[in-house]
C-alpha cells in the first residue's frame, strides 16, 4: 500500500522541473530596495493626512456641539444663592401643621431631578419618598376601614414630619445647585 503511494509521489516529483525559475533577479531586486523608501514616505504621508483630517473633524465636531461663536445667547442669569435661600426660607421654616398645601406646592415646583446628583442626598430624598408612600398608604388603609381618629391623627403627624423633612432635604440640594 506504501508502495502504490511512494510510486505516485516520486512519479509526480519527477514531473517537476529541474531548475525552478528564480522570483527576480538581482537588477529587480535593486529597484525595488530604491522604492521601498518612496512607498514607505507615501504611506507615511498618507497617515498624516488621514490625522490631519481626524483632527479638522473633531475640532469642527467640538465648535458645533459646545458653540465656540458669539451667535449662541448668553444665559439667563441666576440668583446669587444669598437671594435664593431668601426666596426660599419661609417654605422651608413654617410649620407644616395644617399649612402642608405650601410645602407641597413648593416640592411640585422643584425639577423632579436635579442635573447634578449626590448620592448622599438623593437616597435621602428616595428613602423620605419612599417611607411617604408608605404613610400615604396606611393613611388610605385606615380610611378605608372602621375610623380610628387616633391612628390616623399619628398617621397624619409623622406625614407632616416626613413632607417637612423632605421640603428640608430638597432645600439644601437647591443652594448646592445655586452655588456652584
Do not use: C
Not at 518612496?38 to 456641539?65: K, M, N, S, Y
Amino acid at each position: 500500500m506504501h508502495t502504490e503511494l511512494e510510486h505516485g509521489l516520486a512519479r509526480l516529483l519527477r514531473t517537476l522541473p529541474e531548475d525552478g525559475a528564480r522570483p527576480y533577479d538581482f537588477g529587480e531586486f535593486e529597484r525595488r530596495t530604491r522604492q521601498a523608501p518612496i512607498a514607505a514616505a507615501r504611506a507615511r504621508r498618507a497617515r498624516i493626512l488621514a490625522a490631519a483630517i481626524v483632527v479638522v473633524l473633531a475640532i469642527g465636531a467640538a465648535a458645533i456641539r459646545f458653540g465656540g461663536g458669539a451667535h449662541v445667547p448668553a444665559p439667563p442669569a441666576v440668583p446669587l444663592a444669598a437671594d435664593r435661600a431668601a426666596a426660599l426660607r419661609p417654605a422651608v421654616t413654617a410649620d407644616l401643621g395644617d399649612d402642608e398645601g405650601d410645602a407641597r406646592h413648593w416640592l411640585e415646583s422643584l425639577p423632579r431631578e436635579p442635573g447634578v446628583v449626590r448620592v448622599g442626598t438623593r437616597a435621602a430624598v428616595e428613602s423620605l419618598e419612599d417611607h411617604l408612600a408608605e404613610v400615604d398608604d396606611l393613611m388610605s388603609s385606615e380610611r378605608a376601614g372602621p375610623a380610628a381618629p387616633a391612628r390616623l391623627a399619628a398617621l397624619q403627624k409623622e406625614r407632616n414630619q416626613l413632607v417637612s423633612s423632605l421640603v428640608q432635604v430638597r432645600y439644601a440640594e437647591t443652594l448646592a445647585d445655586a452655588s456652584r
